[in-house]
């Protein structure tokens, strides 16, 4: 009974919650709205700090305030600020190991091959493909991002879809409601607006499975205007995650550090020091000055034996060891390779598998992604699907979208091995383990897999029909034959 009450519980709580979001949309108090809503902006804007290398923490180190012998304040010294772009690399390098190459989709069902093309022709017209390369980036950079699906209509007055990425950078304010098991149930997306006036106006548009809210904040409270949601589900992919080069702060902070108090350094050392006999000179050169000028006394003969140069042989190698020993651990601990083109150097042509192995900390951090994209991806056929079958394509009974089912494959960041991959293939099919249909989908050399079917099953036809006309003509003969005996 304990089980079946928690149950009844939970399910009572996630009513009342949903009963008092509905009460609030409905007395348009969408301040108090938002606060039922999860926002992590302050974690996406600390994010973007650390992302963007004019903003690191080493670029708030001060210049040094020079001082004549009375303490007066003679001029300031310029300290080296060197940001390095780690989190950059990181997650391009996270990106291309994901996403580099197009998603392949692939079909499940049987017998909605036509649905099957429109799906694969809608997602290159809404160009998906550089839309979630965009989302990956953002979300790897932010920790979050959103791929919003519009429905609309054309200036052919038909209905269509375009995809818009969501992000804090972007000026986007996302903010999300799950349930108890993790299912997005409202997506609010918030952005600001000018009118032709040139006023300036916030929105916010809230989404649920069954309706959209538009909201517009006012002088004297909010404005509401509702719609239903044709499509049936939240039109959303919402992109969450850690940034990529989550853990290595630190390290990050103290090579930017050591790195700019080496650099001042070598500017303070690169320069010749002067051993003087200070007897014999009027005046010393000050070391902060390029052009320095010694002025001897008037009884100097031979100015070359009052001085000598000390130079510096060189740095100190605890520093060169700690800058390798950091830059080793900020790429090892965030799964990402250390590509030294030299490495390829005198290399012929490398073939993919190869690569991967050189890149294998990238590859495992991709796999890793996986598990989220995974269902990332799950989620947006279904809803490609939903926004075919509900909005574009209503009237095209032949798509079968009510059959359509859609899978996917990730490729490989370097490309296949095209001679490798159909060589495989075709044992597969040889050897009984995979269909010809299934062989034809996986090909890389076949663009068009639809009409590709369709030109095998033809020739098939043709081939079948000669061998029928062949023995038809050959059992003529036969009988011709028997007849005059």
Not at 20 to 35: G, N, W, Y
Not at 194 to 201: H, I, R, S
Not at 234 to 263: C, H
Request: glycine share 4%.
């Amino acid at each position: 009974m304990s089980i079946i009450n928690s149950i009844t519980n939970l399910f009572n709580a996630t009513v009342g919650r949903n009963q008092d979001f509905e009460q609030l949309i409905a007395a348009k108090d969408i301040t108090r709205v938002l606060s039922l809503l999860d926002s992590h902006q302050l974690e996406a804007e600390e994010a973007m700090k650390e992302y963007d290398p004019k903003t690191h923490l080493i670029m708030e180190r001060k210049d040094k305030v020079l001082k004549d012998l009375k303490g007066q304040r003679k001029g300031t010294l310029t300290r080296w600020k060197l940001p390095v772009g780690y989190p950059v690399y990181i997650n391009e390098i996270s990106l291309v190991f994901l996403f580099g190459q197009p998603v392949k989709w692939k079909q499940k069902s049987e017998g909605a091959d036509a649905g099957f093309q429109a799906y694969t022709d809608l997602l290159k017209k809404m160009h998906f493909n550089s839309k979630i390369r965009q989302c990956k980036r953002l979300a790897g950079s932010e920790t979050e991002s959103a791929m919003l699906f519009r429905v609309y209509r054309n200036k052919k007055n038909e209905p269509d879809c375009q995809i818009r990425v969501l992000a804090r950078s972007k000026g986007d304010e996302i903010y999300t409601r799950w349930d108890v098991y993790e299912n997005l149930i409202t997506f609010a997306w918030g952005h600001y607006s000018k009118d032709v006036a040139g006023k300036t106006t916030y929105h916010l548009d809230i989404f649920t499975d069954e309706t959209i809210y538009h909201c517009q904040r006012g002088t004297f409270g909010w404005e509401v205007e509702e719609e239903d949601n044709p499509i049936g589900k939240i039109p959303v992919i919402y992109f969450k995650q850690k940034k990529e080069w989550d853990g290595v702060e630190e390290l990050i902070n103290r090579e930017e550090y050591v790195a700019s108090r080496r650099a001042d350094t070598n500017d303070y050392f690169s320069d010749p020091y002067l051993v003087l006999k200070a007897a014999l000179l009027k005046s010393m050169p000050d070391k902060d000055v390029e052009n320095k000028t010694l002025i001897a006394n008037d009884n100097v003969e031979d100015v070359s034996k009052m001085a000598s140069f000390l130079t510096w042989d060189g740095q100190n190698e605890s520093k060169k060891d700690e800058l390798e020993w950091l830059r080793h651990h900020i790429l090892t601990k965030t799964f990402t390779p250390d590509i030294d083109w030299s490495q390829f150097k005198g290399m012929s042509q490398m073939s993919g598998k190869a690569l991967k192995q050189m890149m294998l900390l990238a590859d495992i951090k991709a796999t890793k992604h996986k598990e989220n994209y995974d269902e990332l991806l799950d989620r947006t056929a279904s809803l490609v699907i939903s926004i075919m079958a509900n909005v574009l394509y209503i009237t095209k009974s032949e798509y079968k979208l009510d059959e359509l089912e859609c899978d996917h494959d990730y490729q490989e960041p370097f490309g296949e091995d095209i001679a490798e991959t159909i060589k495989n293939i075709n044992e597969a099919i040889d050897g009984g383990t995979m269909s010809e249909e299934s062989g034809i989908e996986q090909n890389p050399l076949i663009k068009d897999k639809v009409q590709e079917k369709e030109r095998i099953r033809k020739q098939k036809e043709e081939a079948a029909q000669e061998q029928r006309n062949i023995f038809a003509s050959t059992q003529k003969k036969e009988d011709v034959f028997g007849g005059a005996e």
